[in-house]
Every structure is written in structure tokens, then in C-alpha cells.
């Protein structure tokens, strides 16, 4: 999952691609300047034992960025239905930065 520095916890989506570079984080994944700033980390996460959690994977359809422009997408994206699921979410390891 992509998280900004200091974001408190696990967002709703993330992705099982390779995430090399910020700019694949632009393009492929369509991540808004408006949503993220540069300061842009992953972290890896599984799901604590209990009940399965709702997810749905699909491909990531464009955005229109403020800054950037068209945001191509195409990247994999994993969305966590239920908001109260991303509390079963525990880190493996700490996050990592993802290289500009």
C-alpha cells in the first residue's frame, strides 16, 4: 500500500504490483497529488486471523490530477470493502521509501 509519511493508519486500497518509482505510483497506480504529496512510502501489510475481509480487485481507471494532468492508470488495485476491515491490517515491517 502507498501511505504518506505520518498517515496514522492503512488506507482502503491497495495493489499486489511491483511499485518501483513514484512516477509508477502516478501513472500506473493514479495516485492524485491532491490525495498524496511526495512524501510517499510503502508498506506492506497482511490480515490478522479471524473472519475473512470483502475485497475487490480490479485495474485502476485514469484520473484528471490538478497538477499533473491525465493519469493513465492500469495499474492491479486491491479495495478493502469495509472500513472497519482495515483495522485487521498489521504492518510487516516498517514502511519503506519509494525512490522519485
Known amino acids: 500500500m502507498v ?12 495493489t499486489f504490483d511491483d511499485v518501483p518509482n513514484q512516477q509508477f505510483v ?4 493514479a495516485v492524485r497529488t491532491d ?12 490480515i490478522s486471523e479471524g ?6 480487485e480490479s485495474i485502476i481507471g485514469p484520473q484528471m490530477d490538478p497538477k499533473l494532468g491525465r493519469l493513465p492508470g492500469g495499474g492491479t488495485q486491491i479495495e478493502i470493502m469495509e472500513r ?8 510487516v515491517g516498517p514502511p519503506t521509501e519509494i525512490p522519485k
Open 3 to 14: 501511505v504518506s509519511a505520518g498517515q496514522p493508519g492503512p488506507g482502503g486500497l491497495g
Open 26 to 29: 502516478r501513472d500506473q497506480l
Open 35 to 46: 490525495w498524496k504529496g511526495d512524501d510517499l512510502l510503502l508498506q506492506r501489510y497482511r
Open 51 to 56: 473472519d475473512p475481509i470483502l475485497v475487490q
Open 84 to 91: 472497519s476491515d482495515r483495522a485487521r491490517l498489521i504492518p
